[in-house]
């Protein structure tokens, strides 16, 4: 169908094919609805891309707050251990010390005890070794450090006590050792008349001997042959210049015919220690150290002692 139209006597009239309008309509109606259609899909692409970034930041957000967690408790991790550490530190410093008192300790005693050099050697461990069982199932430790540590102090401490005890014990001995007459009153001499029954050199007649005489040469050092307290120093008939101390345990030891005495009445000497210079004093042929051994107030025969066979009980 057609319309013409006129819009004046001189004008020339429009013509319009309606079949061709209809046909423009539907053409801009189909695209103006993929217009639309193109519109709704950018809204909804934008919404979902607007929710999926929200959702992700909120996982960004929740990671890092599990993160700056974690750091919180590796924090307390790490500080918690460094404390373990240095309490564990602690108590190796303490057992290290506790070994080294021990070493020490048995060092003093391998030299109380007097035992051979390189016997017990304290400054490396034992030497450990032996076949394995083949037939015994292995198992892996317990390892509870702090209580292994506990366990190894308790058995520090008492080794510790019982070889202090044993130290007390050889140091008694030792100082009991001292008291006791050893060895020659003079170191450069030998035994020139002995205990007992003898001709007297004075009267020719046969006379009881209370000790050992040692020629010497005059002026020879006379020793203390155990650590004791000067009882006597002076001059005593037939003996001349006389020094006796007093050993304590019931022992006693003249040193006569001294040239001089160097030590006084209550004076305290130890063994080995110079208390007279060899004389010719008193009744005497010549220069010499007659020795005397007393026990409980009775003469004994100094050989023994001067010999270091007498031990103390």
């Not at 970034?53 to 890092?64: I, K, N, S």
């Not at 408790?73 to 410093?93: F, I, K, N, V």
């Not at 461990?125 to 509870?144: I, K, R």
Request: aromatic share 6%; glycine share 10%.
């Amino acid at each position: 169908m057609n319309i013409i139209i006129v819009a004046s006597s001189n004008a020339m009239p429009t013509t319009l094919d309606l079949k061709c309008w209809r046909m423009r309509s539907k053409i801009i109606g189909a695209i103006a609805a993929c217009a639309l259609f193109c519109v709704g899909i950018g809204v909804v692409a934008a919404s979902a891309f607007s929710n999926s970034r929200d959702r992700a930041l909120h996982d960004v957000a929740a990671m890092r707050d599990a993160i700056s967690r974690q750091q919180g408790d590796l924090s307390q991790l790490e500080t918690a251990s460094r404390r373990d550490m240095d309490a564990l530190a602690l108590q190796l410093g303490s057992l290290q010390a506790q070994a080294t008192r021990l070493n020490a300790l048995g060092e003093r005693l391998t030299e109380i005890g007097k035992l051979g050099d390189g016997e017990f050697d304290f400054a490396k461990p034992p030497a450990l070794g032996g076949a394995e069982d083949p037939v015994a199932a292995s198992h892996t430790l317990d390892f509870d450090l702090a209580g292994n540590i506990d366990a190894l102090r308790d058995q520090f401490t008492f080794q510790e006590t019982e070889l202090t005890v044993l130290e007390n014990l050889l140091l008694d001995r030792k100082a009991r050792n001292a008291l006791v007459p050893s060895g020659y009153p003079v170191s450069t001499s030998y035994i020139g008349s002995p205990f007992g029954s003898r001709v007297d050199p004075i009267n020719g007649q046969m006379e009881t001997h209370l000790g050992l005489d040692f020629d010497a040469e005059i002026g020879s050092d006379i020793k203390a042959v155990a650590a004791g307290v000067v009882a006597f120093a002076g001059d005593k008939s037939g003996y001349g210049h006389v020094v006796e101390i007093d050993h304590g345990n019931g022992y006693m030891t003249r040193y006569a015919h001294n040239s001089v005495n160097l030590v006084k009445v209550g004076e305290r000497v130890k063994f080995g220690q110079a208390i007279a210079k060899v004389g010719s004093t008193g009744r005497s042929t010549g220069p010499h150290c007659h020795f005397e051994v007393w026990l409980d107030g009775k003469v004994v025969n100094p050989y023994a002692y001067v010999k270091g066979k007498i031990k103390p009980v």
